[in-house]
């Protein structure tokens, strides 16, 4: 069976309001998953504490610590 490329797990409790402003702001973005909308506003707390830097990711790319592609800061992908 192939290793997860994201072993660790983190459970959390929302309120009702947290889990409906999850879900809207989710689907504004066009968010693939909760799971990515999370992620995507974990990193984007993160960045702007200064702890991570790096904007403008495809749904795809949606993690805390970066990305694979490269990027040209306007939000789409540059080889």
Same mark, same amino acid.
């Given at each position: 069976?192939?290793?997860?490329?994201?072993?660790?797990?983190?459970q959390i409790m929302l309120?009702?309001?947290e889990l409906t402003a999850l879900e809207n702001w989710r689907f504004e973005q066009r968010m693939p998953s909760r799971?990515?909308?999370?992620?995507?506003?974990l990193r984007r707390g993160l960045a702007a504490e200064g702890?991570?830097? =790096?904007? =403008?990711?495809?749904?795809?790319?949606? =993690?805390?610590? =970066?990305?694979r592609a490269k990027h040209d800061g306007n939000g789409s992908a540059s080889d």
């Open positions: 069976m192939a290793e997860l490329e994201r072993p660790e797990r983190l309120s009702a309001e799971a990515a909308a999370v992620r995507e506003l702890m991570l830097r =790096g904007q =403008g990711l495809k749904s795809q790319d949606f =993690g805390v610590l =970066g990305s």
